[in-house]
């Protein structure tokens, strides 16, 4: 076999490892015979010189082919050429090496002819050949730039990547640090980190600086640095190596993605235009500009449906929001809140017109007139160079428009840029279109809730009230909340507040129905508990026709300045607070809470409890204790704070104005209802009564009681009236009904007569034919009184009528001394 055929050969190149690698060497005598040998080749095959001198040479090949091509190798001497190639060798501990041989002819020292033989492990070798060639690829063919530094830092070694990104030849740069070469900031930052790792020998890697290219001096470029300490074998400094790689278009990409991410978090945290217009400038400034404005359609603030009605060829939009890099945002041409007219040539005009993003890369002089002046001004101003104008759309409407602009940063935008600034507008346009949406029913829903709830409370004899109807915060719905102060019969009065479970244009209607309902039941004159008992069951009717009835609470209050006892009936609402004239403050805990209404099965309890002159009531409705972060003790607590200033004498509105201020917060979740009531107690002469038999002869006495009882009021005018008035009243106790009958009389802001007695049979108002003579007495009644009617209680029935005072008494009214009366 030809030594040709078994050398694989070294390659091209190879010829400069052999110098360093063949450094093993033996010498081979013209007989064949080993005669001297390195201490290198007994490292690489394990055999002492001692060992193998005198050996044929041969004797070493690890098979007969490798033999046959040793001996073909030795004969080439005869035309005195040598030979290259690898050979198998046996190793001392019996397992075969690929060797790399180079056999030349040589004389020895004592002058016989022979063969030097140098070799080297081929594994090794062809090691060392493909670090040889990653090593040119690297600095001649690698587009990551690569370069090697001195302990000066100065370059040694860069590649032609290194010299795109500086902008420098090799020449150039070879001998020179960083900052020599170019004065851009951030080079004593770089310089430091590689002292850093040059002293301590710890690399950095994937350090992200930023500059520019002489290639693409518009776009900043980002680029992953990292660096390591070259070191011979014993761990001597050779120089730092640095690779810089290009990871912009990763960079703006990771960037981009923060920024949407960022988007999701802080974009549409509420339901409100404005708070959401200044959301989505805040996230893009300055990441993505250094200047934002949004500005919206007129019917987009106000919750209505946009629609572009250019005025005198000119579009009209609200300035919303800004977001500047500036402090005081010295960029704005029209401040939030502020109307700004466009053409419809103008940038932001042909954006909302054709609902299409403008992409302005460099601004031109020419192109400022595009603007109004104001705008025009501040761009020249602040040298604004490259702007965006993207529309705002959602669910196929357009709602408005935001303005990206670039002063500082000097890179110009480019279309990544906008699809960005596509991507966050299209997010922030839905939750726009989400916050209208619910601008519009929440002001539908709280006018709807305002025209339902009282607006004026009239002033009443038995109690001096103040109220307060707080609607719940702009970013949430509008509730069932409702109060209401309403006349009964004998003076007294009804003190109610509710709740209807949701919110919403729901809510506010199913309260109205409840209002009108207790307002009718009101005027019953039923009692408290069964005011609720049909509350109840007109809820449960409601939820049965409605699923989105979710129920209400209620509490019913009834108080009587005659007798100053205050009777409550609770459906599932909080208790009263009571306020004593010492300003001592306690809730009426001990009034059942029962069940809300719309559950039924049970029936609901009332408590009486008589009222010193003077005490404040409290009806509230949950909003005002329930604040999130803080459970429900602890707005008793603040509440009972806030009513103990009710003890110092004080306008009753000017307490409720401050109770509300101090227990309600700006970003309240619920609607709040408040009413005080401040009771007044009717002077003990103001009301007398008499018990009277069911016998018709006393009809007369009643008539006889009435006219001295008027004529020490001092209302003598009313006597004829009043006396016709008692005998009907009376007449029909005792003969339809049965005793003990009762007649009082009430001297209130008006004058009351009533006649009770023990049957539940209702009293009819019907016309008396002709030839008939009776079926006139109530007739006469409600023709003589301003109006009457009859109440029902468990001991039976009373029949009420009341008159109108004449003009001296109305006018000098309760607060008049008034005469005693007899005994």
């Known amino acids: 076999m030809s030594a040709s055929n078994i050398s694989r050969g070294l390659g091209p190149g190879a010829e400069d490892l ?8 033996a010498f081979v005598d013209e007989d064949g015979m080993i005669s001297l040998w390195g201490p290198e080749m007994e490292s690489l095959l394990g055999y002492p010189a001692g060992e193998v001198c005198g050996t044929p040479w041969v004797d070493l090949m690890a098979s007969a082919a490798d033999r046959e091509a040793a001996l073909a190798a030795l004969e080439r001497w005869v035309t005195g050429q040598g030979w290259d190639g690898v050979l198998g060798l046996r190793h001392r501990n019996g397992h075969e090496l690929k060797i790399a041989l180079r056999i030349r002819p040589a004389a020895s020292e004592a002058g016989r002819a022979g063969w030097s033989v140098s070799a080297a492990d081929m594994q090794q070798l062809e090691r060392e050949q493909v670090d040889r060639a990653i090593l040119e690829a690297l600095f001649s063919q690698s587009p990551i730039s690569v370069t090697v530094m001195d302990y000066e830092l100065r370059h040694q070694w860069v590649n032609v990547a290194a010299e ?24 004593e930052a770089i310089e430091e980190v590689l002292r850093r790792v040059r002293d301590t020998g710890e690399p950095v890697v994937d350090l992200h600086i930023s500059g ?27 120089g730092l190596c640095q690779t810089y790689v290009d990871v912009t278009e990763g960079h703006r990409a990771q960037q981009r993605l923060a920024l949407l991410a960022k988007a999701s978090e802080r974009i549409g945290t509420t339901l409100d235009v404005a708070r959401t217009a200044q959301e989505l400038a805040d996230t893009a400034c300055p990441q993505l500009a250094d200047f934002v404005a949004v500005d919206l359609l007129e019917a987009t603030v106000q919750g209505e449906e946009p629609a572009l009605d250019p005025v005198n060829g000119q579009v009209l939009l609200c300035r919303m929001a800004v977001s500047s890099d500036r ?12 109307n700004v007219m466009f053409r419809p040539g103008a940038l932001q005009g042909q954006c909302l017109t054709g609902g ?31 702007l965006m104008v993207v529309p705002l759309q959602a669910r196929g409407t357009t709602l408005g428009v935001a303005f990206f ?21 299209s997010r922030a346009a839905v939750c726009l279109d989400n916050a209208r949406r619910y601008t519009r029913e929440h002001t539908t829903a709280l006018a709807l809730q305002r025209s339902l709830l009282p607006h004026d409370v009239p002033e009443y004899l038995a109690v001096e009230t103040a109220h307060r109807y707080v609607p719940a915060a702009a970013h949430a719905e509008a509730g069932g909340d409702w109060f209401d102060v309403l006349p009964l019969t004998g003076a007294r009065v009804a003190l109610v507040v509710g709740d209807v479970a ?71 609402h909080p208790p009263p607070a009571l306020v004593q004239p010492n300003g001592l403050v306690e809730f009426l805990n001990e009034i059942p809470p029962n069940l809300p209404l719309g559950v039924g099965g049970l029936p609901f309890e009332t408590v009486k409890r008589q009222l010193a ?22 707005g008793f607590d603040r509440l009972a704070r806030a009513l103990e200033a009710s003890g110092r004498p004080q306008e009753l509105d000017q307490l409720c104005r401050a109770t509300v201020a101090s227990l309600v917060s700006e970003h309240r979740p619920d609607d709040v209802a408040l009413l005080l009531a401040r009771t007044r107690a009717l002077d003990a002469d103001r009301a007398v009564s008499w018990e009277l038999p069911a016998d018709p002869a006393l009809v007369s006495r009643a008539r006889s009681l009435t006219a001295r009882q008027l004529g020490q009021w001092g209302l003598e005018e009313l006597a004829f009236t009043t006396e016709l008035i008692i005998s009907e009243l009376v007449t029909n106790a005792i003969r339809y009904a049965r005793g003990p009958i009762a007649l009082r009389l009430i001297y209130a802001d008006t004058f009351i007569c009533e006649v009770s007695d023990g049957s539940l049979s209702a009293p009819h108002l019907r016309r008396a034919r002709t030839n008939e003579e009776g079926g006139r007495g109530l007739f006469l009644v409600a023709q003589l009184g301003s109006r009457w009617g009859t109440r029902y209680d468990r001991e039976g029935k009373t029949v009420w009528a009341e008159q109108l005072l004449p003009a001296a008494a109305a006018s000098n009214g309760h607060e008049s001394e008034s005469p005693a009366l007899p005994t």
Not at 223 to 238: A, E, K, N, Q, Y
Not at 522 to 536: F, G, H, R, Y
Not at 539 to 567: F, K, M
């Open 18 to 25: 052999l110098q360093g690698l063949f450094a093993a060497a």
């Open 327 to 338: 402090e005081g945002d010295p960029q704005v041409g029209h401040p939030d809140g502020e």
């Open 405 to 425: 602009g670039r002063q500082r940063n000097p890179d110009s935008y480019d279309e990544g840029d906008l699809s960005l600034a596509e991507d966050l507008c």
């Open 164 to 187: 795109h990104i500086t902008g420098f030849s090799a020449e150039q740069l070879i001998g020179h640090r960083i900052g020599e070469l170019t004065p851009r900031g951030g080079v």
């Open 502 to 572: 949701g919110h919403g244009l729901h809510a506010a209607a199913v309260m109205g129905r409840l209002r009108t309902a207790v307002h009718t039941l009101a005027a019953l004159d039923l009692e408290p508990d069964e005011v609720l008992t049909q509350l109840d069951d007109l809820v449960i009717r409601l939820t049965e026709e409605d699923l989105e009835c979710q129920g209400a609470t209620c509490l019913y209050t009834v108080y009587d300045p005659v007798s100053r006892l205050c009777t409550f009936a609770c459906a599932g």
């Open 356 to 386: 299409r993003s403008v992409l302005v890369q460099r601004l031109s002089t020419e192109e400022w007139s595009a603007f109004d002046e104001d705008i025009a001004q501040k761009l020249r101003e602040f040298h604004t160079h490259s």
């Open 613 to 634: 002159e003077g005490s404040v009531l409290a009806l509230y409705t949950d909003g005002l204790i329930q604040t999130l972060g803080r459970d429900v003790d602890t």
């Open 212 to 238: 520019h290219v002489p290639s693409d001096l518009d776009r900043e470029h980002v680029w992953s640095m990292s660096s390591f300490r070259l070191t011979d074998p014993v761990g001597g400094f050779l």
